[in-house]
């Protein structure tokens, strides 16, 4: 079956909105979607930065703030500006990492990202991860534990790996074979490459 | 009736598959274009760049050529990799400020495109570029004269001041009434936003 993976890092207010829209497209086009939590900060690293470049620089920080705006308002997303930007990741990433393989796992990734972009709630907290787990049935306290046992803690890490080999540099992406396709407006020629490639 | 400006740089990767869409895309749409070039070099400096992002940060660089490749097969437009990058636009960029008001404008703007990103001419000969403007039957060499002339040579030079206002930190863009689009992909939003605000 064709195949797609996406990329993505929690603090990201476009893979917010790439998060949001990709399972339904990958359903319509008949692709399998598998959901790649990453950590930026080791790639934005690699690139000399210590921050979101949404912060490094003034003016393409105030256009994505106001990006952002629009493009709630056109997918119909909740969007309340987060009071910390970028929020920190690696506890959602850890879960999500951990929960990958599970049909469950888009409601897990969607309820993380309407939390930090549509709720403004912190989304680095053990507690607030794990009710978000409980808002769709599962015993969210017990997976959050599982999620940093030792053995699953390097799947972040691994993932992060790949993405640095792969060239990725920003997020979301949507990784076709070895294709790269970064960006929320990436997601239709990414899913066009995988129908043509699959 | 509506109207859009779109904002280019004759250097810039991205502007060149714009460039070559907007016109058919604004007359579908029944919006009315302005051409409007504008040099990135001072908005890279505002930004701490001496250099394009693409050649400053080796990452993004290598997924810019790729998706340039892939967009220009995706719109069927010529391609060949200049062997000068970015090539100096401020020539060409002059000459556009120079005919934006001419029905020939856009005209001239793809063949500049087609001369720097398809055929890795050198737009920033004098020679060159009158020679494109003979190309659809005007007096190149006059209009080139003509456009380096000292009462003209402002205009640039206001397009690009009035740009850091507006907010622009890259190209393409297209604007419509104060609202910033950045981005090839962004261009259908831009329309549909200048057909809601018309």
Chains 1, 2 share one sequence.
Not at 13 to 23: F, K, L, P, Q, W
Not at 77 to 83: D, E, F, Y
Not at 139 to 144: C, E, F, K
Not at 154 to 175: Q, W
Request: glycine fraction near 8%.
């Amino acid at each position: 079956m064709r195949r797609l993976e996406f990329w993505f890092d929690f603090a990201s207010t476009y893979s917010y909105v790439a998060a949001m829209r990709i399972d339904d497209l990958c359903r319509d086009a008949g692709v399998a979607l598998k959901w790649v939590p990453f950590l930026l900060g080791p790639i934005f690293q690699l690139q000399g930065w210590n921050d979101s470049p949404f912060n490094l620089n003034e003016r393409r920080g105030a256009y994505m703030w106001r990006d952002l705006e629009r493009l709630a308002a056109k997918y119909r997303l909740r969007w309340r500006r987060p009071t910390v930007f970028p929020r920190a990741s690696t506890l959602a990433a850890r879960v999500a990492a951990s929960v990958a393989d599970e049909v469950w796992c888009g409601d897990f990734v969607r309820a993380v990202y309407v939390a930090n972009f549509g709720d403004d709630l912190d989304i680095s907290d053990e507690q607030v991860v794990a009710g978000l787990l409980d808002g769709f049935g599962r015993d969210g306290s017990s997976i959050v534990k599982r999620s940093l046992e030792p053995e699953r803690r390097g799947l972040l890490r691994a993932n992060t790996e790949r993405g640095i080999e792969l060239g990725i540099f920003g997020a979301p992406n949507c990784v076709v074979g070895r294709e790269l396709f970064w960006g929320e407006e990436a997601l239709e020629d990414a899913i066009a490459w995988s129908q043509k490639e699959g």
